[in-house]
């Protein structure tokens, strides 16, 4: 599909500036017989999309990437989200590389001496992957995140996966995103409660000293290097 026709069917209902209820809302009429995927690593964002999205009481996958190094915390929220949305489907597609078959092959704790190497095994390889036979992918990014993120749009074509990408937090602060969870009780990951603004993987996620949970920073991702994105967005996000 080209971006001409993308943009021409971003302004049928909505624009920018439309709140995110009614991108959401719209998403789901136009793009409802589609092969639709959310996908979500489980941060407060993701979290609050689930639930905007699960409100319309329609099915829909929610796809992660487990990398094997997730923290127990996340993995006991997919166990409470999957719980309390279940007419949406929760799908791992993440990498068969189990850490010892990577540690064979690529050398010990890859993530220390090569974590792009380390991101596109567990990441980005099994996401293009994911990613095949979508057309819709709906995604948590908010412009506020970081510069790299500071240009999405609300309805965009993304040329490395080749479909229609939707952001309909991308005008959020993360205030909003931390107040919708208080209002509407979504569950979300504990380690936001002890300093993490953001849970990755294990060996590369570290709390960040004096960031309130209704504030947002990637500082504490990849802190031995000039990295703060993982690729799965491309163009260095």
């Excluded at 500036?17 to 719209?26: G, V």
């Excluded at 989200?81 to 704790?109: C, I, K, M, S, W």
């Excluded at 709390?207 to 990637?218: A, D």
């Amino acid at each position: 599909m080209e971006t001409s026709l993308v943009a021409a069917e971003a302004f049928k209902g909505i624009n920018e500036n439309s709140p995110a209820e009614q991108i959401i809302a719209w998403s789901m009429e136009r793009f409802g017989d589609r092969n639709m995927v959310m996908t979500s690593s489980f941060g407060m964002e993701g979290c609050a999309l689930i639930d905007m999205y699960a409100r319309h009481g329609r099915p829909l996958t929610v796809v992660y990437l487990d990398t094997m190094f997730f923290f127990p915390e996340t993995y006991a929220l997919r166990d409470r989200l999957a719980e309390r949305y279940p007419h949406l489907e929760f799908v791992n597609r993440g990498t068969d590389l189990t850490p010892e078959e990577q540690a064979r092959t690529y050398g010990d704790q890859l993530w220390k001496r090569d974590p792009d190497q380390c991101c596109k095994l567990r990441k980005v390889d099994p996401m293009h992957a994911a990613m095949r036979g979508v057309d819709v992918w709906i995604t948590a990014l908010r412009r506020s995140q970081s510069i790299s993120r500071a240009g999405i749009r609300v309805v965009d074509w993304d040329w490395q996966y080749q479909l229609i990408k939707l952001c309909p937090l991308a005008a959020w602060e993360r205030q909003e995103v931390w107040d919708y969870i208080k209002k509407n009780d979504v569950p979300y990951n504990e380690l936001h409660e002890k300093g993490y603004p953001t849970v990755g993987c294990t060996h590369c996620t570290a709390p960040v000293e004096g960031v309130q949970i209704g504030e947002y920073s990637r500082s504490g991702r990849w802190k031995e290097f000039n990295k703060t994105e993982c690729g799965l967005h491309g163009d260095g996000i």
